[in-house]
């Protein structure tokens, strides 16, 4: 939409958020908080359960929230090289825990970038 559109439609630029809210701002304020969070370390062992982390799941599974018991700490990182192109958010992704989760009365699991998770409360 054009600025001209904008001008001669208000109530357009009242729905893009409270005013004076710079939206620029805001989305560099957003990935602050996600390359924040992302670099929470956390220490993981056999048998514990854990949650993704808010706003940083990138697999189809499990969902957010859903337990994943984890199943396996490698001690350093496995490189993801299943993904050539380096334009796709798994190219050399670090895979550092394994995870499972219960799928059809059994026990799938899953390789996966442990800074994505967190352990799970109660």
Do not use: C
């Amino acid at each position: 939409m054009t600025t001209d559109a904008i001008e001669r439609f208000p109530a357009i630029r009242l729905a893009d958020g409270p005013a004076g809210e710079d939206p620029a701002a805001a989305r560099k304020m957003r990935l602050r908080e996600l390359a924040r969070r992302l670099d929470e370390h956390h220490v993981f062992v056999k048998g514990q359960f854990v949650v993704w982390k808010a706003g940083l799941k990138n697999k189809v599974g499990p969902d957010y929230g859903e337990p994943a018991i984890v199943t396996a700490v490698y001690p350093s990182p496995i490189i993801d090289q299943s993904d050539v192109s380096s334009g796709s958010p798994y190219f050399l992704q670090p895979l550092s825990i394994v995870i499972g989760v219960h799928r059809e009365d059994g026990l799938l699991e899953f390789r996966v970038d442990g800074r994505r998770f967190e352990p799970m409360e109660g």
